[in-house]
């Protein structure tokens, strides 16, 4: 088995697994704007194992899991990993999971996530709440590792309720994984506050005192892959993965470009609506886009009078009507 968590160059630069925005389209983007050798990993939006695994479920959910060609072409160029993360709690349904995307689908690695903090998922006794049942987690890694042919790492965080990075990151750095993926905060903690980086790098201290392998990633706050290498170099781990910095800044994993033009902003907005369009047509919400256009119309004349048309917009044609208004002719990518 490759196992690309410890053969990429260190530090490793990950993003972040995000629902809504890192589906195959977003992900295209970013790649489509990164200098090889400055990303090693990217990751799906989290997948129910229990949808996957339904006849009539699946088709609600295998959106997630889907890779467009042309973003197969850009990891490959670019070298960079492509990770499905997976949810759910029952083992049988990880299992049956794990078989089908080794068997059907062209991954390079698999995800639990055992980080998700969301009320309605954490009663359902997933992702963060494995957190508190330990044995339940063991089973599941188990039941991962036992029926897949490729990496399975764990993202998490760092307690449920209370800080407990010792006892939890120490339970699963017991189970032989390539990476564990430490956001620095417990699930109470939802997204507020700040992510405590001194508990992350209890991980590195834990792996190397028990001399295990694993890959110790950091996650929480950071914005730029400068702050990742300073984190790295300061905290003994391995990588850093970076979620909504990507939201002030798409070009972040090309630290040595100049601050792109209006016209590069409004080109990449162009190029994410339609190939989100060309994508999903009618079967994804075209107000999916919204967040992602104060990314692009920012940092300019008049940016906010833009944004706030671009907020209306319904569909592509009229987000092109609203260029047309600004005075911007797209070129087709897509
Ligand atoms: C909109 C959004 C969706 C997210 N969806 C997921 C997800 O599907 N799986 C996951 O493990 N974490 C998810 N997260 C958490 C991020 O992966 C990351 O752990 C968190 O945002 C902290 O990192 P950051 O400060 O760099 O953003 C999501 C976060 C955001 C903001």
Redesign the pocket.
């Known amino acids: 088995m490759t196992n690309f968590w410890q053969q990429t160059d260190k530090p490793l630069m990950a993003l972040?697994?995000?629902?809504?925005?890192?589906d195959t389209v977003f992900r295209e983007i970013v790649l489509s704007q990164t200098v090889p050798g400055n990303l090693h990993v990217v990751?799906t939006?989290?997948a129910n194992t229990d949808g996957l695994c339904h006849p009539i479920g699946k088709e609600k959910v295998i959106h997630r899991l889907q890779v467009n060609p042309s973003e197969r072409k850009l990891l490959k160029e670019k070298n960079v990993k492509l990770v499905a993360?997976i949810?759910g709690s029952k083992p049988e349904k990880y299992a049956e999971t794990c078989k089908m995307i080794c068997e059907e689908m062209d991954y390079d690695g698999i995800?639990i996530?055992m980080?998700?903090p969301v009320p309605k998922i954490v009663k359902q006794g997933s992702c963060s709440k494995l957190i508190t049942t330990p044995t339940l987690a063991s089973e599941i890694i188990h039941a991962c590792q036992e029926n897949s042919n490729i990496p399975v790492s764990v993202?998490t965080r760092i307690g449920f309720k209370e800080v407990i990075t010792e006892e939890w990151i120490g339970h699963l750095l017991d189970h032989n994984l390539p990476a564990v993926l430490i956001?620095g905060?417990t699930q109470s903690m939802m997204?507020e506050g700040l992510?405590d980086w001194n508990e992350i790098a209890k991980g590195g201290i834990l792996r190397d005192a028990k001399n295990k392998k694993t890959a110790i990633i950091g996650?929480?706050?950071?914005k730029s892959i400068a702050e990742s290498e300073e984190k790295c170099e300061t905290h003994n781990i391995d990588g850093v993965?970076?979620?909504?910095?990507i939201f002030h800044n798409p070009w972040l994993f090309t630290p040595e470009r100049e601050e792109p033009t209006q016209a590069e902003k409004l080109q990449l907005l162009w190029d994410h609506a339609s190939l989100f369009d060309k994508t999903w047509g009618d079967t994804k919400n075209f107000r999916q886009l919204r967040r992602f256009f104060k990314i692009y119309a920012s940092n300019f004349k008049d940016a906010g009078v833009l944004r706030a048309a671009l907020m209306e917009s319904r569909d592509l044609a009229h987000v092109k009507d609203i260029f047309k208004e600004w005075g911007f002719s797209p070129i087709e990518k897509y």
């Open positions: 972040a697994p995000m629902e809504e925005v890192t990751y939006e989290f993360q949810w995800d996530n980080g998700c993202k956001h905060r997204s992510a996650n929480g706050d950071v993965m970076i979620g909504r910095g």
